[in-house]
């Protein structure tokens, strides 16, 4: 059972244009979300986060959105830049005191071109 | 500061093998998390441990087991190798635990065949 779901395998975004990677999740209970960007052969790395008490957080270029209603968060990345090229994972939890684990999204390979 | 740093970097192992992976952490990080990375799944969260004790687990075989020593080192051993857990997998140091900013190391890509 995936709780955590990117549909859009992939996506292909101008630069300069705004790229808009979405997230949606099923447990309810998650309240806290994450997101991570891959480069191939590199480990992920973090990118910005959003806790459940908040709708939106920015950081720079990248803004999370969060609709709890719908259980749907979105990345927005403005403008977007070649080096935005790379699989991006949305991730989950519960916070629970130290007592967390993260689900992750299977992930959406963002391509941008030039 | 030295990043996160997994070896081997490469394993080929036939089916029934075990293997031990092994992550060093950032230093002065006490939380090391454990993922397996595969085309369909994405990122599977296994295990994190917190000086030196298994906080969570995720939703694997006991074939899957860890432990992290003082210094802050884990290892993860797999026993009885399956044709499908060849995979990618990901260890990740954080100062706190999973909810703080992990930071990851490049993963071990294990091959069984």
């Known amino acids: 059972d995936q709780q955590v779901k990117q549909n859009s395998p992939s996506l292909s975004v101008q630069e300069g244009r705004i790229s808009i990677l979405n997230c949606d999740y099923t447990?309810?209970?998650?309240?806290?979300f994450l997101w991570y960007k891959k480069y191939p052969a590199e480990g992920p790395t973090f990118l910005i986060s959003?806790?459940?008490?908040?709708d939106k957080n920015e950081d720079g270029r990248f803004t999370v959105f969060l609709n709890k209603s719908a259980k749907h968060l979105s990345l927005h990345i403005v403008p977007s830049q070649p080096g935005d090229s790379a699989v991006y994972f949305c991730a989950a939890s519960v916070v629970n005191f130290g007592n967390e684990k993260l689900t992750f999204g299977t992930g959406t390979r963002l391509t941008i071109i030039p | 500061k030295a990043g996160v740093t997994q070896t081997p970097r490469y394993l080929i192992k036939t089916r029934g093998q075990q293997v031990t992976l092994s992550c060093s952490p950032i230093?002065?990080?006490?939380?090391v998390s454990w993922y397996q990375q595969t085309p369909g799944q994405g990122l599977q969260f296994l295990f994190e441990?917190?000086?030196?004790?298994?906080?969570n687990k995720g939703n694997f075989p006991g074939r899957f087991s860890g432990r992290q020593f003082s210094n802050s080192r884990s290892e993860m051993n797999v026993s009885t190798l399956e044709l499908g857990d060849s995979a990618l997998y990901l260890c990740?140091?954080?100062?706190?635990?999973?909810?703080?900013?992990?930071?990851f190391g490049p993963g071990t890509r294990l091959t069984v065949l």
């Open positions: 959003i806790s459940s008490i908040k």
């Open positions: 230093s002065g990080h006490r939380s």
């Open positions: 441990y917190f000086s030196e004790t298994q906080r």
């Open positions: 990740a140091s954080s100062l706190g635990g999973v909810t703080n900013e992990q930071f």
């Open positions: 447990n309810s209970m998650f309240d806290y």
